[in-house]
């Protein structure tokens, strides 16, 4: 991988992390992380985030201080699966500061979000 692509990769979260194609965006949902920030601790456990997220349908939503989640799920016809993406956030006012971002390559999530879909 070339260094401009890694460096180009960290701004277009829809390059494939694995070929860095641009990735087709199938989906996506906004969450809260059903915790407080002084106990959010950093992780890409998937289970953390199928245990802890609590849908919600806009940014407003999501009481102060609480962190919110935004998932998208792409799709990349050059290594032909799903990727899914994970940002968390503190909504500030008008501002987002994220905290996290992992991407998720092997359907950790699929069948959460799938379910997520249908509530
Ligand atoms: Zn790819």
Same mark, same amino acid.
């Given at each position: 991988?070339? &260094? ?8 277009? $979260? ?12 199938? $989906?996506?949902?906004? &969450? ?16 953390? &985030? ?6 919600? $349908?806009?940014?407003?939503? !999501?009481?102060?201080? !609480? ?6 799920? +792409? ?9 899914? +993406? ?7 006012? $008008? ?7 992992? +991407? +998720? ?6 069948? &959460? ?7």
């Amino acid at each position: 991988m070339s &260094f401009l692509k890694k460096f180009k990769g960290l701004f277009h $979260d829809d390059w494939c992390p694995t070929c860095n194609s641009e990735m087709n965006i199938l $989906d996506k949902q906004l &969450f809260m992380l059903n915790e407080t920030v002084s106990h959010y601790a950093s992780t890409r456990n998937p289970t953390y &985030f199928r245990e802890n997220l609590l849908k919600v $349908d806009k940014k407003s939503d !999501i009481p102060a201080g !609480i962190y919110a989640c935004g998932i998208k799920t +792409y799709f990349c016809s050059e290594c032909n699966k799903k990727i899914v +993406y994970v940002q968390v956030f503190l909504p500030v006012r $008008d501002q987002e500061k994220l905290e996290d971002a992992f +991407y +998720y390559e092997n359907g950790e999530l699929n069948n &959460f979000l799938e379910k997520q879909k249908n509530l």
